[in-house]
């Protein structure tokens, strides 16, 4: 039923066999509070003719006294709600996704509420209001990354004729601060936003208690109920932890790296996920001492001969990789900013224990979604119990069908910013537009900000051959030195490009995969030609810059299959 009651015009109209007329004092009463019964409504749509109410409800009220009524509507997924509602649109979650969902509502003038509130991580850090991407994720990372490429373009400078003092220092504080500034302006624009288009936002920890309820809660333990027409989660994921000893006592994750308030000293990465291999890149970057420890392979889920090739690169650049082990226990050893842990690990093959010291322990092990503590058992909607991911159907519709969920919480869908972003936007279109385009979640392009870049788009090379089989598919690849790299003379044919394409349908590009410098500005371009349905015989076709990394994408003629070399020479 619609959160508004609304008004219909007087018509006249006779009363009829079956028809219950009542008189003012009587009926709109009686009326009102047996239909409200009957229905488990409290909004009912009555016809009134000249202050008396016209309705047929014999039907009804036998229904309803078989029990029939009620359980129809409850298999449709109606429940009693209230007569009216305070919003139109609760948003759970002020990330990304929830923020851009919210401010397309406003634009259709409805009336909307967004709740996001930042649990502190064990070791206290929390954040403003934007979510992982802009507080604890892509932003900072991308600007952390951008410090350890001009670490290396000072280095790479010399050669182009710069001359300064031999020694050159980074300053953690420095960077952090500047970061963390940045970011402290992206908050405030992101309320003033809200505000300018009279969007509602509390810094509060939003919980279903109810059909169309929610129970928020500020840090202050002052709790507010409120309701509305439909809601949509989307609260994303936080780091998961090892569940070991000392783990959460004295290890950090990415959510208080990019504001630790001292320079991490050596550090150890646990994990082989993008985040683990991004922030180990950077750590490095700017001069650290950083050792990864991997349990099995590296980028799961990611084009496994590029991460392979991401993996040799970090450790022919000084980064240290311990394989096949997992830490079992935790250990401070000196107090400090940073101080000194002790780690205690087990091969996953054996039983064979190693120990080491580090400055400071970064967990990056994967991420859990933030589905299991907001009350959705209330309300009936269905989670994976493994994972704590929502299952939506092809519109983000939960099985409750007012509750909708977008972004990293959704199963089996890509966790990426932008896609959260794009299924929000679409699904507010759709809800109050009219709009009928749902979010595309095939050949959304990626970027892994590793030292050597990667831009995806697309399946991988494994998921190629299982989905189309290897004899319907050709790889054509190449390496490449970037014309930036000659003049220091570092890192030949390190660099790589791959396209996948389906022989079965003209050789279409199903995949595509770059390693090297602004890997992301490379594929943004290539991910609109895919979404076009781009062919090898068009990329052939196409007439490259010269000399840009891309440009080897109009050249490719190696195939996999032919096992011929593919280091280039010359330019």
């Known amino acids: 039923?619609?959160?508004?009651?609304?008004?219909?015009?007087?018509?006249?109209?006779?009363?009829?066999?079956?028809?219950?007329?009542?008189?003012?004092?009587?009926?709109?009463?009686?009326?009102?509070?047996?239909?409200?019964?009957?229905?488990?409504e409290s909004s009912q749509p009555f016809g009134f003719v000249q202050e008396e109410q016209i309705e047929e409800d014999e039907k009804t009220l036998k229904a309803h006294k078989e029990g029939s009524l009620r359980k129809q509507r409850e298999m449709n997924g109606h429940t009693a709600v209230p007569h009216s509602y305070d919003y139109d649109l609760i948003v759970i979650g002020g990330?990304?996704?929830?923020?851009?969902?919210?401010?397309?509502?406003?634009?259709?003038?409805?009336?909307?509420?967004?709740?996001?509130?930042?649990?502190?991580?064990?070791?206290?850090?929390s954040w403003g209001l934007g979510g992982t991407c802009v507080n604890v994720g892509c932003i900072p990372k991308k600007l952390m990354h951008q410090a350890a490429l001009l670490g290396q373009a000072l280095q790479d400078s010399r050669k182009f004729g710069w001359q300064f003092p031999e020694e050159v220092k980074h300053n953690w504080m420095t960077m952090t601060e500047s970061v963390q500034n940045y970011i402290g302006s992206l908050n405030w624009g992101y309320r003033v936003a809200l505000r300018e288009k009279k969007v509602t936002y509390e810094n509060a920890y939003g919980e279903f208690v109810g059909p169309h309820t929610v129970k928020a809660t500020n840090k202050r333990g002052v709790e507010k109920l409120y309701t509305a027409e439909r809601f949509l989660i989307a609260t994303g994921e936080r780091p998961r932890y090892l569940g070991i000893p000392g783990d959460k006592e004295y290890c950090i994750s990415s959510?208080?790296?990019?504001?630790?308030?001292y320079c991490p000293g050596k550090t150890l990465v646990v994990g082989a996920s993008y985040v683990a291999l991004e922030c180990a890149g950077f750590l490095a970057g700017v001069g650290l001492d950083v050792t990864i420890m991997v349990r099995s392979i590296l980028l799961r889920g990611f084009d496994q001969d590029i991460a392979n090739k991401i993996g040799e690169y970090m450790e022919e650049h000084g980064i240290n990789f311990i394989r096949e082990f997992v830490p079992i226990k935790v250990e401070q050893?000196?107090?400090g900013t940073p101080g000194i842990l002790k780690v205690t690990s087990k091969s996953t093959k054996g039983n064979e224990i190693i120990e080491g010291e580090y400055n400071t322990v970064l967990l990056a092990i994967g991420r859990d979604a933030c589905t299991r503590k907001i009350g959705l058992d209330k309300v009936g909607v269905i989670i994976n119990e493994k994972t704590g991911k929502i299952p939506v159907n092809d519109k983000e519709q939960t099985n409750v069908p007012y509750i909708?969920?977008?972004?990293?919480?959704?199963?089996?869908?890509?966790?990426?910013?932008?896609?959260?972003?794009?299924?929000?936007?679409?699904?507010?279109?759709?809800?109050y537009a009219g709009a009928t385009t749902k979010c595309d979640y095939v050949n959304v392009p990626t970027t892994v900000f590793t030292p050597l870049e990667y831009g995806a788009c697309g399946y991988s090379e494994e998921a190629a051959v299982e989905k189309f089989g290897e004899e319907n598919i050709e790889v054509y690849h190449s390496h490449f030195w970037p014309l930036e790299w000659t003049v220091p003379s570092r890192d030949n044919n390190k660099c790589y490009a791959k396209i996948i394409c389906n022989i079965q349908?003209?050789?279409?590009?199903?995949?595509?995969?770059?390693?090297?410098?602004n890997a992301g500005e490379v594929t943004q371009g290539f991910a609109a030609a895919m979404k076009c349905g781009i062919t090898k015989e068009q990329l052939d076709s196409t007439i490259g810059i010269h000399p840009v990394c891309a440009e080897i994408f109009t050249t490719l003629t190696v195939t996999k299959r032919s096992g011929e070399n593919t280091l280039l020479s010359g330019c």
């Open 1 to 40: 039923m619609g959160s508004v009651l609304r008004k219909s015009k007087a018509v006249q109209q006779a009363p009829g066999p079956g028809t219950v007329r009542r008189g003012p004092a009587e009926g709109a009463q009686k009326l009102q509070e047996g239909q409200c019964r009957v229905t488990a």
């Open 95 to 125: 990330g990304s996704g929830g923020l851009a969902a919210a401010k397309e509502a406003a634009k259709y003038e409805k009336k909307v509420m967004v709740l996001d509130f930042v649990t502190p991580t064990p070791l206290g850090t």
């Open 255 to 261: 959510d208080d790296l990019f504001s630790l308030p």
């Open 333 to 335: 050893i000196k107090e």
């Open 404 to 431: 909708y969920a977008i972004g990293d919480i959704l199963q089996d869908k890509l966790e990426l910013t932008p896609v959260a972003i794009q299924a929000g936007r679409l699904l507010v279109r759709r809800l």
């Open 505 to 517: 349908d003209s050789e279409r590009v199903i995949g595509f995969h770059v390693l090297g410098p």
